[in-house]
């Protein structure tokens, strides 16, 4: 797992939750729409930029390694060899798309039932979806 992965899936778990909430309970989240959206677009944009964040984290590693003929021992092995240092390991893409479809999915299901409860016209559902980047 990964940073990004599991802010989308904290978020996401907690959005969640809301669309189980009862009408009094649901009304204190939508009090608050404007910080959750906000978490929606900050989980997403960490999963979207994954994949620049990870391109310079390579690189930087590999040139200082490089620089520095950087060696790490091998864990485990009865007789400890020196080899060069590993590079980062990257996140799968699928788990940052699944990620990215299940914080989506929360985030558009939470949206709804607040417009189908009520809570906000849909008007403000659609500006909401745009807003947060779930369109």
């Not at 599991?6 to 910080?35: K, P």
């Not at 390694?65 to 060696?71: A, C, F, K, M, P």
């Not at 080899?83 to 990620?99: T, W, Y």
Request: proline fraction near 3%; charge should be positive; aromatic fraction near 8%.
């Amino acid at each position: 797992m990964s940073f990004s992965t599991e802010l989308a899936g904290l978020v996401a778990g907690q959005v969640s939750r809301f669309v189980t909430l009862n009408r009094h309970q649901l009304a204190g989240q939508v009090a608050n729409l404007d910080f959750w959206l906000a978490q929606i677009r900050n989980a997403l944009a960490a999963l979207d930029g994954y994949g620049v964040r990870f391109i310079r984290m390579h690189a930087a590693q590999e040139q200082y390694i490089g620089v520095r003929e950087i060696t790490e021992c091998s864990a485990g092995a009865a007789y400890p060899i020196d080899q060069k240092a590993s590079p980062p390991r990257r996140v799968p893409d699928r788990e940052i798309q699944k990620a990215r479809r299940a914080l989506v999915e929360a985030a558009r299901r939470f949206l709804e039932r607040c417009r189908k409860d009520g809570f906000i016209s849909e008007s403000q559902l659609s500006a909401a979806f745009k807003s947060s980047g779930i369109e």
